[in-house]
């Protein structure tokens, strides 16, 4: 007899029965040994980016088997939100997924359509065949498929503020994640997510989500910045990036063991950063 499995409980199922936020770190590498590292660091949720990071279906798969198993809450940002490429995720086995740069109810409400099955949605059957399902050996999975999938899509420029309570109130959509730096360029401020306008548009989005019921979470890499979203009602906070931490951690390494002046091997002068 095949072994029956079940899925994992889902990021909207985390946050319904938590009292207090959930910390997380992206994970931008495409690497599953860095996405293991990051796994058993106590996190409480990683995202998988598959937008701005070297992420394709083979690796994103890759990195949801190597953290399968650590108590930690995976989520992957499709590169755009399409139905087909939602779909190959969702079979893959991605059960939380992050939609980016939705602006409208209408778009929120495709996204939905695209994670579920006819005649609720316009997902593609195709479970026998996908990890989602564990190929059949979770039970009833067409049937229960809604409940293994959590939904959360992304607010990053004006309109999206502008329609934040309709984007929020769409049936299907289990939470709203805000991107400051995308805002931030939406608003004329580019590369100035801690201005103090982009700050005050956050905030206006975490307590309109808030009051309409549903989760809100926001990307904060400066400690100050994510102290004071979470004061204001934040549930998940992104506080950094894999390649962040890598590239800065070995900066200080070579700031602490290299000095100025010093020369390499063949009696040259190593140079140093201009930073």
């Known amino acids: 007899m095949p072994i029956r499995v079940a899925a994992e409980p889902t990021f909207r199922d985390v946050l319904a029965g938590v009292s207090r936020a959930q910390i997380g ?35 994103t798969l890759s990195q949801l088997q190597a953290v399968h198993g650590y108590p930690i809450v995976p989520l992957v940002r499709a590169p755009i939100g399409d139905q087909i490429i ?20 209408e778009q929120a409400r495709d996204m939905v359509a695209a994670v579920r099955y006819p005649p609720l949605g ?39 503020v502008a329609n934040i309570a309709q984007i929020a109130a769409v049936g299907g959509i289990d939470g709203l994640f805000i991107g400051p730096s995308d805002l931030a360029a939406s608003m004329g ?12 548009s956050v905030e206006h989005c975490i307590r309109t989500v808030t009051a309409l019921g549903k989760p809100v979470g926001v990307n904060a890499f400066a400690p ?7 004061a204001a009602g934040a549930r998940f906070v992104l506080v950094g990036a894999d390649v962040a931490v890598l590239a800065r951690a070995s900066e200080k390494l070579a700031a602490a063991f290299i000095r100025p002046g ?11 950063p201009s930073y």
């Open 25 to 59: 770190m992206w994970v931008c590498s495409g690497s599953a040994l860095v996405a293991e590292i990051c796994a058993g660091s106590g996190l409480d949720w990683l995202l998988i980016d598959t937008e701005h990071s070297p992420n394709g279906l083979e690796s």
């Open 86 to 105: 939602v779909k190959q995720l969702l079979d893959l086995g991605a059960q939380n997924l992050l939609i980016p740069m939705v602006d409208t109810a």
């Open 122 to 160: 316009v997902r593609g059957v195709g479970s026998a065949l996908a990890r989602a399902s564990r190929w059949n050996r979770i039970d009833d999975y067409l049937t229960r498929a809604d409940d293994t999938i959590s939904l959360f899509v992304q607010i990053e420029t004006t309109d999206a």
């Open 189 to 200: 401020l580019l590369g100035q997510q801690d201005h103090p306008d982009v700050v005050s």
């Open 224 to 230: 100050a910045t994510a102290e004071r979203y979470l």
């Open 262 to 272: 010093a020369t390499g091997p063949a009696g040259n002068a190593v140079p140093r």
